[in-house]
């Protein structure tokens, strides 16, 4: 008798009082890092503009965040398990505010990098931190999901919240104001999360493995580097070598885990076929949510010629779908099934970017309004409930190397989406006929060809920013194209890899 209610018991004791309230802190942190990620895909044209940085350097600075933060977040996941979820969180919090005050005053194109490479690290420690911290403040799995819920919403959102809050600064502030938004919100994180948020660790967790440190950072970078290099300037001996070095990083830090009595992260995890189709279904449903948002941002401006508010408010669709898909994709997945509610999600996700292979220079607000909120409730749908799946996998003294894999994804997507999207979109750009006397610039990025058209004659100037901006969307229509493909084949690989897998539900 006592044996069966104790379970009931202890799920009760352990319903902290403070639990929501904590939870609102945590998507404090989450809200910023995504938000972070997209915020300058609007900052771009005035980045390029002040800093004048080339076409490669621009991609860098927009992909190097989530870059740096792929290649940490198993570390600082894994770290966060062995010296504190919470006091992880609140040093990163304190060094995300501090190193955005470098960005906000960055005056060359290497400092900038810098700076967001910087700010990449100080981001890694707190996504995973977060979502380890919700998996020992809620224990009963109804409540879990709900608040899984919350913070995917909060994620998703966020990448498409960043532009709005973008453009709102920069219609208002210089471009360095995108940054300096994070003290405040860090400062207010920082102080109440040490009131609020409860301490949690595993309880053996064994040392830290620097070695397996420096293999995840070489190895992610390297591999994402190479797709970088090959989509925009073909395979070529660079691209080969980061390639190489990347995929033989990786292979020797998988192999090293499963020799450590204490790894970083539990490569068996990946052995079970639901676990590795959450992860995989993670980082696609960011790519398709990332790469749409960046470009669409300069799309909506320097082809369609809307302000950067005007263009941030545009986006919202994405950002309400993400919500209200979020929070009630637990619900769904058990109501039907996960593998429905994930392959549904990512299908909408490749549907709205297949929509947006209409699109020309005029298209109308409709088409890409409807296209937004598509992709805003498939992410909402997907990425809420592969989180959770991957969160209920594991027990809770491992939370912070599960919740590290989900953040993996989450930013590799993010990266990829940037990189490979990007690349595609800039190397049709490139080849776009020019008005003899176009500076080099022009050719770099559709930023450098506004900026060029200011000092040319009218009748050159329309020529050049006709041309360019028909280039322009030719590669965002071949690029929605490539994406949708690999959201609708994706979609059905979560359908059969998600067979069988069920939510937790209370006992």
Do not use: C
């Amino acid at each position: 008798m006592t044996s069966t209610l104790r379970p009931a018991r202890t799920v009760e004791a352990e319903k902290r009082p403070g639990r929501w309230l904590a939870l609102a802190v945590l998507v404090l942190a989450v809200l910023l890092v995504a938000v972070d990620a997209t915020v300058l895909g609007l900052a771009t044209p005035y980045i390029s503009e002040d800093l004048k940085p080339s076409g490669t350097q621009l991609l860098w600075i927009g992909d190097i965040y989530s870059f740096v933060i792929a290649g940490l977040l198993v570390s600082a996941g894994s770290l966060g398990d062995r010296i504190g979820r919470k006091k992880l969180l609140l040093i990163g919090a304190t060094a995300f505010g501090a190193i955005s005050v470098l960005n906000a005053y960055a005056t060359t194109p290497e400092t900038m990098i810098v700076a967001r490479a910087l700010l990449g690290v100080a981001g890694a420690t707190l996504m995973p931190a977060t979502l380890a911290l919700i998996r020992n403040l809620f224990h009963d799995p109804r409540e879990r999901s709900l608040a899984i819920g919350v913070w995917g919403a909060t994620a998703s959102a966020g990448t498409a919240v960043g532009p709005v809050v973008g453009g709102f600064l920069l219609e208002h502030f210089w471009w360095g104001s995108v940054f300096l938004i994070n003290l405040p919100v860090m400062a207010v994180l920082v102080l109440v999360g040490i009131k609020l948020l409860p301490e949690s660790r595993h309880p053996n967790p064994g040392p830290w493995d620097m070695p397996s440190v420096g293999l995840s950072l070489v190895g992610m970078i390297g591999v994402v580097y190479a797709v970088k290099e090959a989509a925009t300037h073909g395979v070529d001996g660079i691209a080969l070598a980061a390639g190489l070095l990347g995929l033989a990083g990786l292979s020797f830090f998988v192999r090293r885990q499963l020799t450590l009595p204490h790894p970083l992260l539990d490569m068996r995890l990946f052995r079970n076929r639901g676990f590795s189709g959450a992860v995989l279904a993670d980082l696609l449903t960011i790519l398709g949510l990332s790469g749409l948002v960046f470009f669409l941002s300069q799309f909506l401006q320097l082809v369609q010629g809307r302000g950067p508010l005007e263009a941030g408010l545009a986006e919202l669709p994405a950002a309400i779908g993400a919500v209200a898909a979020g929070l009630v994709a637990g619900a769904a997945a058990r109501r039907f099934s996960v593998r429905s509610v994930v392959a549904g999600g990512l299908a909408a996700i490749g549907l709205a970017l297949a929509l947006l292979t209409l699109a020309d220079r005029a298209t109308g607000y409709p088409l890409i309004g409807a296209a937004l909120l598509f992709v805003g409730i498939g992410a909402g749908f997907s990425f809420t409930v592969t989180a959770d799946v991957i969160l209920s996998s594991v027990p809770k003294e491992q939370a912070g190397s599960a919740s590290a894999v989900s953040e993996t994804a989450y930013e590799l997507g993010a990266a990829l989406g940037i990189a490979v999207l990007g690349s595609i979109v800039t190397g049709v750009y490139r080849g776009f006929p020019a008005p003899a006397g176009t500076p080099e610039g022009a050719h770099e990025s559709l930023g450098g060809a506004v900026e060029a058209a200011a000092a040319m004659p009218s009748d050159k100037a329309e020529a050049l920013l006709s041309s360019a901006r028909d280039s322009f969307v030719d590669g965002l229509t071949i690029a929605s194209g490539a994406g949708a493909a690999v959201l609708l084949t994706t979609a059905v690989a979560a359908w059969f890899m998600l067979r069988n897998q069920h939510l937790e539900t209370p006992a």
